[in-house]
């Protein structure tokens, strides 16, 4: 299957090439920037070391800037699993959105579509798994939002890029905003390890274990609960949980 791409340099990426073995996951961002104009200029400027290997504008053009077998630098410190640093292991697509600081706003048709072609195109090259095509706010909880809870993981799920659990809307709801004891908290939060969350502030944080909770919390909803961000653990959270983990298995 061909890809049409617009090419695009970035300087910002490791010279030594890896293998395709070693690309196990797709980060999805956004810009976080005005402009597309001047997100490529950041993504291209080698003294923001700063890359991606793709990047989506708004009208759905894909632009290559860093060939898949180089480690673009595109997802900071980060924490999936038993992997840290994601870098190295993961291939960076950013669309460009200007975030939740400059007027986040819903991601067009277009880029939707070459989200699905481009995913479709990598997983198949590299034989990677739905469960592996994360959010940037998934693997760096306490730096990062995006793509941010306007990204439609439900819909990408259904055309078979991402993951998301089996529960029908009305359990959903019927579960909503009922209180979680101490032990389900617990179970909740021993549910996000497995995932593949981490439930720990990271080493030398500055951040509290209280705030930390309701930030990882907040990251899932973002993803698995869009309809109310608010940080608390409820039962719906706590199913949803619970379902992710029995259909990965």
């Known amino acids: 299957m061909a890809l049409k ?3 695009n340099h970035s300087p910002n990426f490791d ?41 989506i504008k ?8 860093v060939p898949d077998l ?21 291939i960076g697509i950013e669309i460009t959105n200007p975030g939740h600081n400059l007027g986040y706003k819903k991601y067009s048709k277009s880029q939707l579509l070459s989200v699905i072609k481009l995913c479709r195109y990598l997983k198949k090259k ?34 078979n890029i991402c993951f998301w659990h089996k529960i029908k809307k009305n359990i959903l709801l019927k579960n909503r905003n009922l209180e979680t004891k101490d032990d389900e908290k617990k179970l909740f939060l021993s549910n996000l390890s497995e995932i593949g969350y981490s439930v720990k502030p990271q080493k030398n944080s500055k951040i509290n274990r209280i705030k930390f909770l309701k930030i990882i919390v ?13 940080g608390v653990i409820d039962q719906e959270c706590l199913i949803i949980s619970k379902n992710l983990i029995i259909n990965d298995s």
Not at 58 to 64: C, L, Q, T
Not at 132 to 143: F, T
């Open 15 to 55: 010279p030594k090439k890896r293998t395709k073995k070693q690309i196990k996951f797709i980060i999805m961002h956004y810009t976080g920037m005005k402009s597309e104009s001047s997100a490529i200029k950041r993504l291209t400027n080698i003294q923001s070391q700063v890359s991606c290997h793709y990047l």
């Open 218 to 230: 907040t990251v899932f909803q973002m993803r698995y609960r869009q309809e109310l961000i608010n």
């Open 126 to 159: 590299y034989n990677l798994y739905s469960k592996n095509i994360l959010g940037h706010s998934d693997i760096a909880p306490e730096r990062k939002k995006d793509p941010g809870e306007k990204f439609p993981w439900k819909y990408l799920s259904k055309k």
């Open 70 to 90: 180089y480690t673009a630098w595109h997802a900071g410190k980060s924490k999936w699993k038993s992997y840290n640093s994601l870098n190295k292991n993961s």
């Open 5 to 7: 791409t617009s090419l």
């Open 58 to 65: 708004r009208n759905g053009e894909i632009i290559s800037l």
